[in-house]
Nanobody, 126 residues
Framework: QVQLVESGGGAVQAGGSLRLSCAQSGYTYGYYCLGWFRQAPGKEREEVARIDIDGSIKYADSVKGRFTISQEGGNDKVLLEMNSLKLEDSAMYYC????????????????????WGQGTQVTVSS
């Protein structure tokens, strides 16, 4: 059974840090592209960061310089280190994998991803 499980969310004050984790299991051949996304109440799901099978990384402009995506233990776990958190970073955070092709320029397109985790809530307060 394939599974993505996010963890590490929580409540933090503005300026603080959190580290999210996306653990994968059951994927025989791994992923081609893994993305972190977030969705705040009343808003569309938006891209945050992605890591490709070759290790290349991209970030949304809104998190560049504050968030860091990385792999741990091969590609079984992908971390999202979030620093200098802002109120507007509050959202449910999801990881998703594309099992068919590399990230490319359309990594922000949520429809291309095969599987999603259940999400982990991040709440930033003043």
């Amino acid at each position: 059974q394939v599974q993505l499980v996010e963890s590490g969310g929580g409540a933090v004050q503005a300026g603080g840090s959190l580290r999210l984790s996306c653990a994968q299991s059951g994927y025989t051949y791994g992923y081609y592209c893994l993305g972190w996304f977030r969705q705040a109440p009343g808003k569309e799901r938006e891209e945050v960061a992605r890591i490709d099978i070759d290790g290349s990384i991209k970030y949304a402009d809104s998190v560049k310089g504050r968030f860091t995506i990385s792999q741990e233990g091969g590609n079984d776990k992908v971390l999202l280190e979030m620093n200098s958190l802002k109120l507007e970073d509050s959202a449910m955070y999801y990881c998703a994998v594309d099992l068919r092709r590399t990230c490319g320029d359309d990594w922000h397109d949520i429809s291309r991803y095969n599987d999603w985790g259940q999400g982990t809530q991040v709440t930033v307060s003043s």
